[in-house]
C-alpha cells in the first residue's frame, strides 16, 4: 500500500475519540471530533496551489486529501472550537511510492504552512515526522480493520516530550456520504450480567503489567 | 533489534499512564500502575518452568523476563486492586530473533497460561497477536526514547472491536534500582504565560482533523 492508497482507504466521515497524555503534568485530557476527508487527485487545484506555496513543482505530487473536522477537548475555554479544514499533498521521492515528503497548510502544532516526512511501515502503518522551530511530532496511523483507524502522537519541545496522544476513529459514513456500521463489538443483546464480563478484561493488565 | 534485547532495553522500574476506550459505550477509563521488569536468561528456572508448562522444549528459549506491578483502573471497584506478577519466555523461529512465540503464564484478559505470536517491526517496535478461546488482542510496544516506552493494544470479541488501550510509560529507576530522570520537558522553569502555550498546542487538531 502507497500512502495514497492509504488516504483513500481514509475518505469519508469518522468519529474520533481522542485522549492526550500531559506527561509533564501527568494528567489526561479527552476530546471528540467528527472528521470529514475527501481525496485529491494530482491535478486538482488545490494540491496545484499547496504546491507552489511550498515552492515545490506540482507534477512531483501525486495527490493529497482535503480534511475537514470539528470537536472538542476537555480543556477548552468557554468560547473555543475545534472547527477547521486542511488540505495536504504527497510528494513521493521513491517509486512504490511508500515515502516522501508531505506537505500540509497547517501542522500538528503551528498553523503556518508545512513540511514534514511520511512513509509507510511494514504493518501499513503511516508515520509522520515534522519538524519545528521549537519542537518535532511524530505521528503514526493505522487501520485495524477498514472501519476503524488509530493514530498515536508525540509532541517534544522543551529538550524533552511533552504530549502523547492516541486516537480511535470509525468510520461512520463512506466517500459517498452513505452511513456506516462500524465494526465496534454489538453489546445490545447482552446481560447485565454478560456486559460486567465484557469489561472485566480491562480490569486485568497487559504481561508488562 | 530483537525481541530479548527489547526486554533488555525494558528492565528497571516504570511509571505507566493508562487509558482505555470502550469503544461500544464511548467512554474512556484512566489507569496508572508502577511496573518493574527483570530480565531472565535463557536457563533460570522460570523460563524453563513455562516453557514445560506449555510443552515447549526449554532449549528453544533465549529467555523472558519476570514482571510485577502495581496499580489503579478508573473504574475499579472498592476491593479490588492490580497487583501481580507474570513470567514469559520467547522461542524466536528465525535466526535474527525478531519473530516467533512468545509464552506467558497469564495473558492479557485471561489468567490462564496463552501463547502468542510476537515479532519485531521495522521501526523496532515489537508486535504481539494473540488468540483466546473467545477473543483476539494485538498489541505493540515501541520506545520513543531509552527511558520512554509506549503500547496500543486492541481487544476484538462478539464479532467486533471491543476496547483500544494507550499508554505512555516513563522509566523511574534502571535495572539497578538507580532512580532515573526521564525525557520528560521541564517545565519547572517557565512562566505562567509559557506554560499556557504549552498547552496549546493539543488545543488544535492533528492533519487528519
Known amino acids: 500500500m502507497d500512502a495514497m492508497e492509504f488516504f483513500q482507504l481514509s475518505t469519508g466521515k469518522w468519529r474520533s ?3 492526550t497524555h500531559h506527561l509533564a503534568f501527568k494528567r489526561a485530557e479527552r476530546g471528540e471530533s467528527e472528521i470529514e476527508i475527501q481525496a485529491l487527485s494530482a491535478d486538482d487545484p488545490k494540491i ?3 504546491c507552489q506555496l511550498h515552492e515545490f513543482d ?3 505530487a501525486i495527490g493529497g486529501a ?5 470537536g472538542s477537548m476537555g480543556w477548552d475555554k468557554e468560547d473555543e472550537n475545534h ?3 486542511t488540505v495536504f499533498a504527497l510528494l513521493p521521492d521513491t517509486s512504490d511510492g511508500r515515502q516522501g515528503t508531505l506537505l500540509r497548510e497547517r501542522g500538528y502544532a503551528e498553523i503556518v504552512p508545512v513540511a514534514g516526512r511520511y512513509h509507510m511501515d511494514d504493518e501499513d502503518g503511516l508515520v509522520l515526522t515534522t ?3 521549537t519542537m518535532s511530532s511524530i505521528e503514526r496511523f493505522w487501520f485495524v480493520s477498514p472501519s476503524v483507524r488509530m493514530r498515536t502522537s508525540t509532541l517534544k519541545r522543551f529538550g524533552g516530550f511533552s504530549t502523547a496522544t492516541f486516537c480511535t476513529e470509525f468510520r461512520i459514513a463512506d466517500a459517498q ?3 456506516f456500521n462500524s465494526d ?3 453489546f445490545s443483546n447482552l446481560t447485565p450480567d454478560q456486559i460486567e464480563k465484557v469489561i472485566e478484561p480491562t480490569k486485568s493488565f497487559s504481561f508488562f503489567g
Open 177 to 179: 456520504g452513505v452511513s
Open 58 to 60: 506540482p507534477r512531483s
Open 66 to 70: 482535503f480534511v475537514s473536522w470539528h
Open 48 to 50: 496545484i496551489e499547496i
Open 131 to 133: 519538524d519545528y522551530d
Open 83 to 85: 472547527t477547521g479544514s
Open 184 to 186: 465496534v463489538a454489538d
Open 17 to 19: 475519540q481522542r485522549t
